[in-house]
């Protein structure tokens, strides 16, 4: 097991994430947070890094106004950033964080980020979900 791994689910406890799954082999978490709308967020201690992971929705458009849009909303992402999966039609929300000098606050701060990037621009997710 990775020497990181304990740490981020104790941050993810006392952040009051709600673990729905671990994979302890593979040192992966999928965690909940209602209260924040995140559903199935993967976090994986990765060595050295940390990788958060939110699926956000399938891309059914390739034009250049929802890759606008979606450059434009990351701007405004304190933490973190919209990426595509390889296919090109999956996107997600994604932050890493280095583990050697990982704190609460800085776990905090993304996933903070993650929930207001989500309540803020809601609307135009949806829309270009559709």
């Known amino acids: ?11 993810l406890i006392e952040l009051d994430y709600d673990i729905i799954s671990i994979d302890e082999q593979e040192s ?4 909940n947070s209602t209260d924040g709308g995140i559903y199935n ?3 994986d ?18 034009h250049a106004a ?15 950033a919209f990426v595509l999966d390889e296919t090109g039609k999956k996107v997600i929300f994604r932050d890493t964080l280095q ?3 990982l704190d609460l606050n ?8 993650l929930e207001l990037l989500l309540s803020e621009f809601s609307a135009q997710l ?3 979900a559709n």
Request: hydrophobic share 50%.
């Open 1 to 11: 097991m990775d020497q990181y791994f304990d740490k981020v689910k104790a941050y």
């Open 28 to 31: 992966i978490f999928i965690v």
């Open 41 to 43: 967020l993967v976090i």
């Open 45 to 62: 201690c990765e060595d050295p890094i940390l990788i958060v992971e939110q699926y956000m929705f399938d891309i059914n458009v390739e």
């Open 66 to 80: 929802a890759y606008k849009t979606l450059l434009q909303i990351n701007r405004e992402i304190v933490h973190g």
């Open 99 to 101: 583990l050697e000098n």
């Open 106 to 113: 800085e776990l905090q701060a993304t996933l903070n980020s």
């Open 126 to 128: 949806v829309k270009l």
